[in-house]
């Protein structure tokens, strides 16, 4: 593997071409995170509903369904990806959850709620295989901790709007007018997509073979430490964006607005800390810093301060709890700044559709098991405590895993390179560690 001399100039500077998709990246994430996690905010509403006749449990399981076809769908997601490139993935995927979110707002009892939440998944699994397919190929390696940290940040402003804005006009007129005018709304964004959206530029490169496949990526150690990884940290999240709005009025006794509130603010806490992270860890890199040391630092520094979110439940007065609460939200930004950059450095651009395909297919699992676990919980135990345990240890086994399986973060040669032609490199695109871990 060649290597990149640290004394080669670094264009530490994105174009305007990439800041306009990556802006359309953050825009459509954040519309996405509204999307999924309005149910979220809409629970404390649907279980008052006599004809809904939604327990904890049932609750539990509407919240983990929408992964279900989001988790499973990632590998499909990711071929095409890889295939076919990003435009017309992208777009068709949108159009599918926007309106999977407005005829939420239409139906009545369990089974369609079910129905709608499996196909709001399947629309929004495009999604971040069509964001890794993008800054892999369009963001050099000191470029990706802003890039994946602005669009993380979307994944946090997104639900921090919806939970604030979605609780109060929820509270006033009721959960049903707001999912169809956000399902309806959201389809503004595509006129820009269609504008704008990459063309000319590496995202939209395809190969026949598709690159290497499933296998081959499995059979990669540091590919296990990204799906566990990023499994955990997908726990602690999934678990505060579908039941934190039912422990602060359940437990904490809060109102729908103040529950709002707290919940907006404990959201965007995590997305400014993500972009702090992700920006640092970028000037790190662009001074000589290795990859390798700072990505791993990020996520795992990250994931061993997030262990601490048991301490919600641990202490008595209502601000101490919060005060522990935005304390684990800053760890998980500090995470989530690094961990997408590991995985597109590794997989590189021939390959970043169908890793982050299966990266997140099995780290959105976390989706399916974090609200029915907690919802079980809660149901056997009357409370949260165990819940929030459970947490911690999940976020613990992360930290692990990207500490003794991860190993260098350097991009890899697949097999198909090797025998079709030779590995090309840019200046600021491709950085190996030198031997450094």
């Avoid at 998709?21 to 905010?41: E, F, G, P, Q």
């Avoid at 709005?245 to 103040?258: A, I």
Wanted: proline share 4%.
């Amino acid at each position: 593997m060649s290597a990149i001399s640290p004394s080669q100039p670094v264009h530490a500077r994105i174009s305007g071409a990439s800041w306009a998709i990556l802006a359309l990246m953050v825009v459509s994430v954040a519309i996405n995170y509204i999307d999924r996690t309005s149910l979220s905010t809409a629970a404390p509403l649907l279980v008052r509903e006599p004809e809904m006749e939604i327990s904890a449990a049932k609750l539990g399981v509407l919240l983990s369904a929408f992964f279900w076809t989001y988790s499973f769908l990632q590998l499909a997601s990711g071929w095409l990806v890889d295939r076919y490139g990003v435009r017309w993935v992208m777009a068709i995927g949108f159009i599918v959850w926007s309106l999977a979110t407005a005829a939420t707002g239409l139906v009545y009892g369990f089974s369609a709620l079910l129905a709608l939440r499996l196909l709001l998944g399947a629309g929004e699994s495009v999604a971040y295989p069509c964001y890794s397919k993008i800054i892999a190929g369009n963001f050099a390696e000191h470029q990706r901790g802003l890039a994946n940290s602005l669009i993380d940040a979307g994944t946090k402003f997104g639900p921090a709007l919806g939970i604030l804005g979605g609780g109060i006009l929820m509270d006033r007129y009721g959960w049903r007018p707001v999912f169809l005018v956000l399902g309806l709304g959201s389809l503004l964004w595509l006129p820009a997509w269609f504008k704008w959206m990459p063309s000319g530029h590496a995202a939209t490169q395809t190969t026949p073979s598709g690159g290497p496949g499933f296998a081959e990526i499995c059979a990669q150690r540091q590919a296990w430490a990204t799906f566990i990884g990023h499994f955990s940290g997908n726990y602690l999240w999934y678990f505060l964006i579908t039941w934190l709005p039912s422990y602060l009025v359940k437990e904490r006794g809060f109102t729908m607005s103040h529950m709002a509130y707290v919940g907006a603010l404990a959201f965007c806490v995590t997305g400014i800390s993500t972009i702090i992270t992700g920006t640092i860890a970028d000037r790190a890199i662009t001074r000589g810093a290795t990859p390798t040391r700072v990505r791993k630092t990020c996520v795992i520094l990250g994931l061993g301060l997030a262990t601490s979110v048991v301490t919600v439940t641990m202490v008595e007065g209502t601000q101490a709890s919060m005060a522990c609460l935005m304390f684990a939200c800053i760890a998980h930004g500090i995470f989530a700044s690094s961990h997408w950059a590991i995985a597109q450095t590794i997989a590189g651009p021939v390959a970043a559709g169908k890793w982050t395909g299966m990266q997140n297919c099995l780290a959105n699992m976390a989706g399916v098991a974090a609200p029915a676990i907690t919802g079980f919980v809660v149901d056997r135990t009357g409370q949260f405590f165990w819940a929030f345990a459970v947490c911690s240890a999940v976020v613990l086994t992360g930290a692990a895993a990207y500490a003794f399986l991860l190993g260098p973060v350097v991009q890899r040669v697949w097999a198909s390179q090797e025998s079709s032609e030779p590995r090309r490199f840019e200046a600021g695109n491709e950085q190996t560690e030198n031997g450094k871990l």
